[in-house]
Nanobody, 126 residues
Framework: QVQLVESGGGLVQAGGSLRLACAASGRTFSTYAMGWFRQAPGKEREFVAAVTRGGGNTDFADSVKGRCTISRDIAKNTVYLQMNSLKPEDTAVYYC???????????????????WGQGTQVTVSS
């Protein structure tokens, strides 16, 4: 079992940056693949980024590719999503997720993740 707590969301102007953090409880954090998803009002939750257990492989949604990076700090049990050049369409609740079943691949589907955080709101003003 792992618990995930997101932080770092807020209100930012278009073109600005935010770094989201997801702190995980438990000693098994390093054995999970980690992902970020987001959900805008009235829309489905969608994939944003993911990183494998060892941090060696990452993947990004086309909508954020080139503007976001994902990283993990094993010592701090934390995964980060750095978002730059933010756009109003990036406005959403951002969720952190952990995949314990296939940690060596980057999952892009919600069903691949078995643990979820409560989310953090990101609002980008134009």
């Amino acid at each position: 079992q792992v618990q995930l707590v997101e932080s770092g969301g807020g209100l930012v102007q278009a073109g600005g940056s935010l770094r989201l953090a997801c702190a995980a409880s438990g000693r098994t954090f390093s054995t999970y693949a980690m992902g970020w998803f987001r959900q805008a009002p009235g829309k489905e939750r969608e994939f944003v980024a993911a990183v494998t257990r060892g941090g060696g492989n990452t993947d990004f949604a086309d909508s954020v590719k080139g503007r976001c990076t994902i990283s993990r700090d094993i010592a701090k049990n934390t995964v980060y999503l750095q978002m730059n050049s933010l756009k109003p369409e990036d406005t959403a609740v951002y969720y952190c997720a952990a995949d314990s079943r296939n940690p060596w691949r980057v999952g892009v589907s919600r069903g691949e993740y078995d643990y979820w955080g409560q989310g953090t709101q990101v609002t980008v003003s134009s």
